[in-house]
């Protein structure tokens, strides 16, 4: 034990679990207690529709301000988005949101609430996009051409 | 009282992406650079939120109501389409890019207003292209989704 669990704190795998414990929980509690689905996409496209619901804003601004609570406790933004360039930003958010909106949901979802639901729908859509976002980290990592196409572009 | 429980329910899921690692980018990279540095542990976050929001979705389909008492409709599980498998893949693309997707960005977007800014701008943008698209055609939507709650 004495090696085993500081190797995995340091790996992430006790935090990576203790937090979908929480996640899972909170999707679980949303369902029991709201009766409606923990996917994010889907309760922002409520909040921001002709007619929102006052749970969908609460939930929206309870995850807000986890990261704010976060940030008055001294904890930063990850330096991986800084590094980041706007226009690569924008093509991601236009991809994820139009994605999202089409397959019907994102990774709280389908890949959490959908998978806990035993849903078929969302096995396929997080096998999909696992795929899919494993090709594109492989082509934008590890394909050289990839990284002078995007400068080309003018998006790096 | 459930909107109370609500904003609780969306700071503990907060909680939850902060601890899990979900919200750092070089992260998510690093778990879905299966070819790089592979770093499995955000596995964990999926299977462990899985398995305890399980019987709470068994709850649910079996009684159709929440614990209030209220009926609750959950979405379709077995309609397969192609804009279920096109959605998911196009989604993919803008993960993989950059790390973000809709939850974790929305955490972070106060640490990192103008980067994460420009991203959830761009995510809300797409998402009511998406309804535009979706809308265009509305013999489509029950082909696609099956509910009218579109998006699960």
Redesign the interface.
């Known amino acids: 034990m004495s090696v085993v669990v500081p190797a995995m704190l340091e790996n992430g795998f006790l935090q990576s679990a203790l937090g979908g414990v929480l996640i899972g929980g909170a999707a679980a509690g949303l369902l029991l207690i709201n009766g409606r689905i923990a996917g994010i996409s889907g309760l922002l496209t409520g909040a921001i529709s002709p007619k929102p619901q006052a749970f969908q804003w609460a939930f929206l601004l309870g995850l807000l301000a986890a990261g704010a609570i976060a940030g008055l406790s001294g904890r930063t933004a990850s330096v991986a988005l800084a590094a980041q360039t706007l226009p690569i930003l924008a093509a991601a958010g236009l991809l994820v949101g139009f994605g999202a909106c089409l397959g019907g949901g994102c990774t709280s979802g389908h890949g959490v609430c959908g998978l806990a639901n035993l849903s078929l729908r969302s096995l396929v859509a997080t096998v999909t996009f696992m795929t899919t976002a494993g090709l594109t980290v492989f082509v934008t990592r590890h394909l050289p051409g990839a990284r002078g196409a995007l400068k080309l572009a003018g998006l790096e | 009282m459930?909107?109370?429980?609500?904003?609780?329910?969306?700071?503990?899921?907060?909680?939850?992406?902060?601890?899990?690692?979900?919200?750092?980018?070089?992260?998510v990279?690093g778990f879905?650079?299966?070819?790089?540095a592979w770093?499995p542990?955000?596995?964990?976050?999926?299977?462990?939120?899985?398995?305890?929001?399980?019987?709470?979705?068994a709850?649910?389909?079996r009684t159709g109501?929440?614990?209030?008492g209220?009926?609750?409709r959950?979405?379709?599980?077995?309609?397969?389409t192609p804009?279920?498998?096109?959605?998911?893949?196009?989604?993919?693309?803008?993960?993989?890019?950059?790390?973000?997707?809709?939850?974790p960005?929305?955490?972070?977007?106060?640490?990192?207003p103008?980067?994460?800014g420009?991203?959830?701008?761009?995510?809300?943008?797409?998402?009511?292209?998406?309804?535009q698209?979706?809308a265009a055609d509305p013999n489509d939507v029950t082909i696609?989704?099956g509910t009218e709650?579109?998006?699960?």
């Open positions: 459930k909107i109370l429980a609500a904003a609780l329910l969306g700071l503990l899921f907060g909680a939850g992406l902060l601890l899990s690692g979900m919200t750092d980018p070089a992260r990279i879905l650079d299966v070819a790089g770093n542990a955000l596995a964990l976050v999926m299977g462990s939120a899985v398995v305890v929001a399980l019987p709470a979705f709850f649910v389909r109501k929440s614990i209030p209220e009926p609750v959950l979405p379709n599980r077995f309609n397969l804009a279920l498998v096109l959605g998911a893949a196009i989604f993919g693309v803008g993960w993989g890019l950059v790390g973000l997707c809709p939850g960005s929305l955490v972070v977007l106060s640490l990192s103008i980067h994460v420009v991203f959830v701008a761009a995510l809300i943008v797409g998402l009511w292209i998406g309804g698209v979706i696609l989704h709650d579109i998006i699960v």
